[in-house]
């Protein structure tokens, strides 16, 4: 695949390539399609979330039974 660019870009792409420690422009290119990608599916994963029923409240009695359960089950752990 090649990609055209005006010259402003491919001067920001260069530059970005050399202080980045970037080999090439191509994986300039690759890195930044690869964190799109993330972006997306982290999107995606927002989403479904925001549209799902809540099962519990979240707030300070949520955490609090959170954090007692960590502390069961390390002490649980510790003790086999």
């Known amino acids: ?5 005006p010259e402003s ?5 260069d530059e970005q390539v050399s ?3 970037y080999g090439t422009s191509s994986e300039y ?3 930044l ?10 999107r995606g994963l927002l989403l479904a979330g925001a549209a ?4 519990e409240a979240v707030d300070g009695a949520y955490f609090a039974g959170l ?7 390390a002490k649980a752990g510790a003790q086999e």
Request: with cysteine; glycine share 2%; proline share 0%.
């Open 9 to 13: 870009l491919k001067s920001f792409v």
């Open 29 to 31: 290119v690759r890195e």
């Open 33 to 42: 399609i690869r964190k799109d990608q993330d972006r997306l599916q982290l």
């Open 1 to 5: 695949m090649n990609i055209s660019l």
């Open 67 to 73: 954090r007692d359960r960590v502390r069961q089950r």
């Open 52 to 55: 799902c029923a809540r099962a």
């Open 19 to 21: 202080q980045r420690g």
